[in-house]
């Protein structure tokens, strides 16, 4: 069976939006030798750190000199007869006010050569060999690849840092890093600059050119199905008692200024379907310190928080839904952290949902996703944490795991969706470094 979901409205995940002002900060814009921009940098209204590499005046030099690396050329390289070696930044104080957000890196890598980034704590000694400073943790120590973010970083236990990258050859392919740039944000603030995708936990239908987000939301159909013009908005804000939403203007042709949908302390997870089968769609909207709720949607585009349906769910990182039971109702799914367990409840029909959970699975995951994973007629539910699978059945999941993927480390994201040409859906993580597939199979 497969699990269809239904989301008509684009929606995107966005904890909270703000201004920036400006703060300077060491480094100067990168360039490329005609003097144009070659990757990030300081500009007006922004707060970054970054280093164009075009000399060694913000680079970290042990006594012994640079390990495995030169600096030339406006470029850090593996030094000839070297395979690998690591190259760190000057301290970078933190601004009071301010909080870590993410690390960039503008690299070449041939091949299957790599770029791997680190996060010091530059006022600790290091206490392992190859590091400049003592690591931080374990998720911010070498991580593959070019983007890091370092927003869960504490600024009261971490007020200076460094910046490391490891340059890892192989063979005759050989990694440079150009720049890298250190981006923070007000403290009371999450923000995204659109850089990459790295911080959404889900997009469709929008491209992302440059720094800005793109999105042709005027089409009134997509495929068999009619979706009208312009659909609701909505960003989930975290550290607010509110949602950022956007309602389309009468005509259609755009969209009203924001409304701020009150109600939704701690937003970190908002979802949309159809729980009381009336056609339209219904609005859960998570909460960190109080009740979960779903407000029902009517024929004026519109959700109200009166006569929600509220549940006991708190700390709700993500949400998902399926038919777990196979009652012809769908049912939903929290990912919870910061204390809350991951939890289901069933629909009693209708959307009729009992306040305390139906299944209390006792763990704690960043996300979740469901479907019919063994095609027996019940959407099944997967959690990141350990990778564990739970099989629907006429009472819905229990507590036990059908199937330990046995993922290792921290598991951010998890995909269920169908990744060859059979019948069975597939599964996909996201790790630190890596993204691990397992394809169904009878």
């Known amino acids: ?127 392992e060999i190859g590091f400049a400073n003592e690591t931080i943790a374990p998720k911010y120590t070498r991580v593959n690849g070019t983007h890091l973010s370092v927003y869960d970083i504490a600024p009261g236990m971490y007020p200076e840092i460094r910046i490391q990258v490891d340059l890892i050859g192989d063979g005759a392919d050989r990694p440079t890093l150009q720049a890298w740039t250190l981006y923070l944000v007000a403290d009371d603030e999450w923000r995204d600059d659109f850089l990459g995708n790295w911080k959404m936990s889900d997009y469709r239908g929008v491209n992302l050119t440059g720094t800005e987000l793109e999105g042709n939301l005027s089409r009134p159909s997509h495929g068999s199905a009619d979706y009208d013009a312009f659909p609701p908005v909505f960003f989930s804000c975290q550290g607010v008692d509110y949602l950022s939403a956007f309602y389309p203007n009468p005509t259609r042709t755009g969209y009203e200024d924001e409304v701020e949908e009150t109600g939704a302390a701690g937003n970190w997870a908002t979802h949309f379907d159809d729980f009381n089968g009336d056609g339209h769609l219904d609005m859960v909207v998570s909460s960190y310190d109080s009740d979960t709720e779903i407000r029902w949607g009517d024929s004026t585009g519109s959700w109200s928080s009166t006569g929600a349906e509220k549940m006991n769910v708190n700390g709700a990182y993500q949400i998902d ?105 597939d599964v996909t993580f996201a790790l630190s470094g890596r993204s691990p597939v397992f394809l169904g199979s009878a």
């Open 1 to 127: 069976m497969r699990s269809t979901h239904r989301r008509a409205l684009a929606l995107i995940v966005v904890l909270l939006l703000g201004g920036m002002s400006g703060l300077p900060m060491n480094g100067s814009s990168p360039t490329d030798g005609d003097g144009g921009s070659r990757g990030p940098g300081p500009s007006d209204g922004t707060e970054v750190w970054t280093d164009p590499l075009d000399d060694m005046s913000h680079v970290y030099v042990p006594g012994a000199g640079l390990v495995g690396i030169e600096v030339v050329g406006g470029e850090a390289r593996l030094a000839a007869g070297e395979s690998d070696g690591w190259l760190a930044s000057e301290i970078i104080p933190l601004m009071e006010g301010y909080r870590y957000d993410f690390v960039l890196l503008e690299a070449t890598m041939p091949g299957e050569s790599m770029v791997k980034i680190s996060v010091l704590d530059a006022t600790e000694e290091a206490s």
């Open 321 to 425: 839904t399926g038919d777990f039971n196979n009652d012809g109702w769908l049912d939903l799914a929290f990912a919870c952290t910061q204390g809350g367990n991951n939890k289901v409840f069933l629909n009693q029909g209708a959307g009729d949902f009992n306040y305390i959970c139906d299944v209390d699975f006792g763990k704690m995951s960043y996300n979740v996703a469901c479907g019919d994973l063994n095609n027996d007629g019940y959407d099944d539910v997967v959690f990141t944490t350990g990778g564990r699978l739970y099989y629907g059945g006429p009472s819905g999941p229990d507590t036990i795991e059908d199937v330990e993927f046995g993922t290792s480390g921290d598991t951010y994201d998890v995909t269920v969706a169908y990744l060859d040409d059979d019948e069975y859906l």
